[in-house]
């Protein structure tokens, strides 16, 4: 079999979120993507959550795939090796990825002068790039004010760094983007993404910003109901709780089967003036149709409402913990082809997974363990460089680079 990115190189400098996840992603589609990192980890080798004995599981969960390299990047040397080794030759190397400052020895032109055609991805935080994370981002982007208890006024930040993800995701387009276009015309280019740029640009194209500038209103929190639509969490019978959703005709009318509301829905719409086949019309009526739905849930137990909604096809789901999504959802296993069980060094034996796109003309490969930190060194130094067995000794022995058993 022969992995999509087959002979793609990437060479990444990165810490924390987006830059990890977008060498991941490619990584994952067979790219060779090569990590460098400053003797002893960078900024997120220890980054929590860890294990008890204190091993990064964030550091392993987004460095799968990757070979991962250990220089001294404060020792001139050190430096011009990763010059070398971003700028080494082949049709298909050539690229960088990196979230650390575009300037000085990792300058745009300073790498260029070594190749002209090189493909450099920057992420920043904002525009203008002065720091932004996605928790200052998140604030601004007028969310985390539409996010929380209905009739609260406090803002409500979300656990998952959404922009982050995002930007990361878009990184691996933008970089494959721009090999298409080195590839048909020869040039290589800067590329900048802006973590605030992603989040302001769905912000607006989610309809959000239209709808402020026209409106003049501000959306309210409304918990945990779904905006404009149908949807909310009700408990069950034996204290889990559960989120329902129906936004076509098709999931409210699985939905109204299902909960046996049916006949009571004449009369909301009658009392209410609102047309239940309309989706906003459900949004406006929510509160009367869940009230009606609410005691046929509280009367059955999570494993009674999963085969009658599934039976029924109703767009629903489970609250769970991540325990409870590890240890109870089959979506969660290997029964999902996505996932395998690897052998993590310094972890264990752990689910992890791999790309979740599914091809039909290429076997989706297994997912590859993170490596250990300066794994990769000697063979990246000798078969990406070229340097002899003595460089590489020597290397070691003056200190500029480290192997993971060093």
């Not at 011009?80 to 300037?103: C, K, Q, W």
């Amino acid at each position: 079999m022969t992995n999509m990115l087959d002979g793609l190189r990437i060479v990444e400098g990165s810490a924390f979120v987006a830059a990890p996840l977008g060498g991941m992603t490619l990584a994952q589609l067979g790219a060779d993507v090569i990590r460098f990192d400053a003797i002893g980890g960078g900024l997120d080798y220890q980054r929590w959550p860890v294990t008890d004995e204190g091993v990064s599981l964030f550091w392993a969960g987004l460095n799968k795939g990757k070979r991962s390299i250990q220089v001294d990047l404060r020792n001139p040397e050190g430096r011009e090796l990763i010059i070398d080794l971003i700028t080494a030759p082949g049709d298909e190397g050539g690229m960088f990825l990196s979230n650390f400052p575009e300037g000085g020895w990792l300058s745009y032109e300073t790498l260029r002068a070594k190749r002209d055609d090189l493909i450099y991805m920057n992420i920043i935080g904002n525009p203008d790039e002065s720091t932004a994370v996605d928790y200052t981002v998140n604030p601004s982007s007028g969310f985390a004010m539409a996010t929380g208890p209905s009739g609260t006024n406090m803002p409500t930040n979300h656990v998952l760094p959404a922009w982050d993800t995002a930007t990361g995701l878009t990184t691996a387009l933008g970089l494959l983007a721009a090999e298409r276009h080195r590839s048909r015309t020869g040039q290589g280019q800067l590329a900048k993404i802006s973590l605030t740029d992603v989040a302001f640009a769905m912000t607006a194209n989610l309809g959000y910003m239209a709808q402020a500038q026209l409106t003049k209103r501000d959306r309210v929190p409304v918990g945990n109901d779904l905006y404009g639509a149908f949807g909310r969490d009700f408990g069950t019978a034996d204290g889990r709780r559960v989120m329902v959703v129906a936004i076509s005709g098709r999931q409210w009318r699985s939905l109204a089967e299902a909960t046996e509301i049916a006949d009571h829905l004449p009369a909301i719409e009658q009392a209410l003036g609102v047309d239940l086949s309309r989706e906003g019309d459900r949004w406006d009526a929510r509160d009367a149709v869940a009230a009606f739905i609410a005691p046929f849930i509280a009367r059955h137990t999570l494993e009674e409402l999963r085969e009658v909604f599934d039976s029924k096809g109703v767009c629903w789901g489970p609250y769970q913990t991540f325990v409870q999504l590890v240890n109870e959802d089959p979506r969660c296993s290997v029964e999902n082809p996505m996932f395998s069980k690897i052998d993590q060094p310094g972890v264990g034996r752990i689910l992890a997974p791999g790309t979740p796109i599914s091809f039909s003309n290429v076997d989706r490969t297994r997912p590859a363990p993170a490596p250990r930190l300066g794994q990769h060194t000697d063979e990246i130094l000798l078969d990406v460089m070229g340097l002899s067995g003595t460089e590489v000794g020597r290397l070691h022995d003056d200190g500029v680079v480290a192997g993971d058993a060093d």
